[in-house]
């Protein structure tokens, strides 16, 4: 058989407001930046071809002198994202060139592996699109902005996403020319234009660092891993 392309996008652009001052995906984890742990774990993936590395601004240099350091030969290019993680997704896209499947990954999950990232391959190849997700464990009610509870949601039937997420090149390609509505992850959009998307079992050490609090999680998850 013919081994498909695979290609994946980190989309590491974020503006770590909730971070108290400090860079996230630069942050260090282990003793080596956030971001440096999720390009590894894709530098290992023997599925993934080659990759691209979206960035803030700020970090576009230090982040293009990080993988000449690394010697990491699977980054085809790093380049430059924008405030919404949409159109970050989309720079990435746009910078890929062509393959047959597209892996989309936040940059702050640091504690991502090889095994999931091939899972979600392999989920993927059922409908076009998988995403990792975990089983809510919390009860969710809906509330309106008096926090005045509406509706209590049946918890068995609630997911909460992750990355990595996978889709067939064709349907993200499509999904981001034709689909304009802001939105806060890439399997929205393809919902939005009628494909299935599969949901896959991800981790629960599979955390996206957002405040100084998940960087002291991802610390002891990275120790006792």
């Not at 001052?21 to 023997?46: E, P, T």
């Not at 504690?111 to 993927?124: N, P």
């Not at 919902?191 to 002291?216: F, R, S």
């Amino acid at each position: 058989m013919i081994k498909q392309k695979v290609g994946a996008i980190i989309v590491a652009a974020g503006e770590s407001r909730r971070m108290g001052g400090v860079d996230k995906v630069m942050a260090l984890l282990g003793g080596k930046a956030i971001l440096a742990w999720v390009i590894d774990a894709f530098q290992r993936c023997s599925s993934i071809d080659h990759m691209v590395i979206v960035v803030s601004e700020q970090n576009l240099e230090p982040c293009r002198q990080l993988v000449a350091g690394e010697g990491w030969s699977k980054v085809s290019d790093v380049c430059l994202g924008s405030r919404r993680r949409q159109d970050s997704a989309a720079a990435g896209l746009g910078r890929l060139g062509q393959c047959d499947w597209v892996v989309i990954h936040d940059g702050a999950r640091p504690l991502i592996t090889v095994d999931l990232i091939e899972r979600g391959l392999e989920a993927a190849g059922e409908t076009g699109a998988a995403v990792a997700a975990m089983p809510v464990t919390d009860t969710i009610k809906v509330a309106g902005d008096d926090r005045l509870v509406q509706e209590t949601l049946p918890r068995h039937s609630l997911w909460a996403v992750q990355t990595p997420q996978v889709f067939r090149f064709d349907i993200i390609i499509e999904a981001y020319r034709q689909t304009e509505a802001e939105v806060t992850d890439d399997a929205t959009l393809v919902e939005m234009l009628g494909y299935k998307v599969k949901l896959y079992l991800g981790t629960y050490d599979n955390i996206k660092v957002t405040t100084p609090y998940d960087l002291a999680l991802a610390e002891w998850l990275l120790y006792h891993r």
